[in-house]
């Protein structure tokens, strides 16, 4: 498939042909394709000024105007932001900085979780099938399970972070349960490890509140954000209290270098679209396109949709009918995808501003082709 363009929740294809895109770039259109105010807003700062110089010392006002309104958004004291390059860059500045400040060098993380693809982020990936040819990672890195309360006791004096995706993305979709994060949390007050929430997927209204963890009773002492933030374009973001921020600012000088972190046609596009996510209903919205995705995908060969809001997986009762499902509906006109890990789950994370007939649409097509799977397996 060779792409032509993409407007709203369609790509289209070099012989014309409409695709509606139930995955968003995977997450990261949220506000679909070339939203009009997220052009603007590129177009404008292009007029003005590409990259000048980094390390902070020039101030600029798309990623002052960015960081100054995901401040205002997320609870204190996480009011400092370091914009990078993609949420893969984010987790490894998040890394460093839970190092910097409790001195300590290990990390916790989940089976199945998946925080990027670099040596330091594969370091925290909870699968070993992916990391194996790579190794060896980062030391010092033990794993526990999502989900799990008996696990937490692994979290002792010697943790410098417990590092969580809020929903288990390549894991399937996978919600935290019983107060977990709450759980996680208060275990790490008690040893004084930090908390790190990777919210580059659930974030930026995906699951219908600005951040994930908004959800489930807790606050992160680090929070990461990325895909969805940038609107189309690619970004990172860790934030933190400014006094743990400060940590990276001395001893050595610049603890986390990035050439074009905080780019400013980025951060204006960044800055447009969080400005329209928090400023319109597109996060109440968000809660009934849930419902209405769940109520028209009912089907005998679907096991289980998990997930929330608009980040959301269809279970098949197998690999080979989620594989059959994806590829036919692709012919049929609409985009769909796997996830990681979890070879049973079709991703369906369209855009949030997708229309509610767009939504029925979609899920016609995925119900006729399991209906026709079904039929075969008479
Ligand atoms: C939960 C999570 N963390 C980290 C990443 C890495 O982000 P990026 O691909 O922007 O580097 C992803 C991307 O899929 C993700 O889903």
Redesign the pocket.
Known sequence: MEISHAEGSYIYDTNNKAYLDFVAG???CSLGHRHPKVVDAIKTQLDKYLHVMVYGEYVQQPAVELTKLLAKHLPEPLETTYLT???????EGSIKLAKRVTGRSQIISAHN??????LG?MSVMGYNERKQPFLPLIPDVKFIAFNNAEDLKKITTKTAAVIL?TI???AGFIEPSDNYLHKVQKRCNEVGALFIL?????GIGRTGKLFGFEHYNCQPDII?T??GLGGGL???AFTASKAMMDTLKDNPKLGHITTFGGHPVIAAGALATLTEITSTSLMSETIEKEKLVRKHLKHPLITDIRGKGLMLAALTPSAEITNEVILKAQDEGLILFWL?FETKAIRITPPLTISNEDILKGCKIIVDILNKIQESQK
């Open positions: 995977v997450s990261a390059n993609s949420g893969t860059e984010a987790i979780a998946y925080h990027g693809n670099t982020a995706e288990q993305g390549g990777d919210e580059i997927q659930p990461v990325g895909k690619p970004i990172g990681l």
